[in-house]
């Protein structure tokens, strides 16, 4: 019914950038708060940014002032800009969209981002 796809995962080296795309099926995307989340091995998973429908924002402090959220509405696709990312943002990004009338969320598979020092 929901179909979300990550994209733009992979290795990087510390200090780089990497943006992560989420491609969101059918026309829920549009009405839907969308967030970002991270889990590394062995720990929990971790929200990471959120962007409401209207385009509120918020961080978690892991990622506060190098991180930006944002979504195409047009294109029903959210991303997440990484700056300055570091050996510890090493982890699977997870897109997420949750339905604002059964609040019910929706999962991305995934994609690994890996930061070497």
């Known amino acids: 019914q929901v179909q979300l796809v990550?994209?733009?995962g992979g290795l990087v080296q510390a200090g780089g950038p990497l943006r992560l795309s989420c491609a969101a099926s059918?026309?829920?995307f549009?009405?839907?708060?969308?967030?970002?989340?991270?889990?590394?091995?062995g720990k929990q998973r971790e929200l990471v940014a959120s962007i409401t429908a209207g385009g509120s924002t918020n961080y978690a402090d892991s990622g506060k002032g190098r991180?930006?959220?944002?979504?195409?509405?047009?294109?029903?696709?959210?991303?997440l800009?990484?700056?300055?990312?570091?050996p510890e943002d090493t982890a699977v990004y997870y897109c997420n969209v949750r339905s604002p009338w059964s609040q019910r969320d929706y999962w991305g598979q995934g994609t690994q981002v890996t930061v070497s020092s």
């Open 6 to 8: 990550e994209s733009g």
């Open 26 to 28: 059918g026309s829920m």
């Open 30 to 41: 549009t009405l839907s708060t969308m967030g970002w989340y991270r889990q590394a091995p």
């Open 67 to 79: 991180f930006t959220i944002s979504r195409d509405n047009a294109k029903n696709t959210g991303y």
């Open 81 to 86: 800009q990484m700056n300055n990312l570091k």
